[in-house]
């Protein structure tokens, strides 16, 4: 099995020498490492033709976001399997392995979520794959709980986070991969979505551990991340939710938007609030030619889309606190 191990960076030189130098201690050796420099204005791409030889660099001159690096990358890949990895990632040296091993034993599966533990405190988790609530919140399973049960079992979740993802190449290919209009924030759950519509499934698998560091580029809280993550929350949600439960969950949707709105305004960032919604909303036409081929291909009933999604206040309003997952089925 050959693995293409796929990184985006952006003036990430002082966090790309211990990802890389945890890839070369893997004790999977069969993959190879594409790495895409975003239009970085460090002096990332020296380092890298400087001290890892064995690294693919595609330096492009200007930043095409999370979602056109990580297409672009996989459009060169061999592997049979993609797998994602942030810049500012360090992944133990049997992590590679254990997914080759998730991948070979459980062929239900197209994509498998790491565990992904604190940099700071690799006892803390932050995260173990994605949640999906009916309303359209998102979050990563588990951030800030201490790793140990329920987190430790293999579970199915809605999608893997982007950062650590794992993805049969062929099924990412043949939907097109990431949306790159999103560019960064949510493509890794737009696409999981879109995947589940079609049928495929995901399992976390906790014994594929890394530490990460987290928003390192632009910062956790940062105006960039609320701009782009409250936009493509919207444009996720009226882009992929069948009909039937786009009806049903449509004004719990918008009162997600308002709260969203007025709490991020008191903590002084309602301009960057009003902006991605309002960038949401006028984008609305191509996003809805967008859903007429995406419903028009949907090859699963509602029942098992909504089997999988988050419900209650809890996941409303604190959604990492809300564990959510199925126990999966079919595992070797």
Known sequence: MLISVLIVNWNGASLLRSCLDALKNQTFKDFEIILI????????????????????????????????????????????????????????????????????????????????????DPEILDGAGDDYHCSGRVWRRGVGERFGPPWNEKMEVFSPCGATAMYKKDIFMSCGGFDEDFFCYLEDVDLGFRLRLLGHRFLYVPEARVRHV?????????????????????????????????????????????MSVLFFSVQGQGGTIFKAKWHALKALPSVFQKRRQIQADIRVDTQQIEEIFAYGLGGLFWGHKTLKGVAPKGLS
């Not at 033709?49 to 061999?78: C, H, M, S, T």
């Not at 910062?219 to 939710?241: C, E, I, P, Q």
């Open 37 to 120: 420099d975003n239009g970085s204005t460090d002096d990332s791409a020296t380092m890298v033709i400087d001290n890892y030889p064995e690294v693919q660099l595609i330096v492009l001159p200007e930043n095409r976001g999370f979602a056109g690096g990580n297409n672009l990358a996989a459009g060169e890949a061999k592997g049979e399997w993609l797998v994602l990895l942030n810049n500012d990632v360090i992944a133990e040296s049997s992590w590679l392995a254990t997914l080759a091993v998730a991948a070979e034993s459980n062929k239900g599966f197209a994509g498998f979520a790491s565990c992904q533990l604190s940099y700071e």
């Open 214 to 258: 987290g928003s390192a580029s632009k910062g956790r809280g940062s105006d960039f991340a609320r701009y782009f993550g409250h936009r493509n929350l919207v444009w996720t949600f009226f882009k992929n939710m069948p009909s039937a439960l786009f009806w049903r969950y449509l004004v719990l949707h918008l009162f997600l938007n308002l």
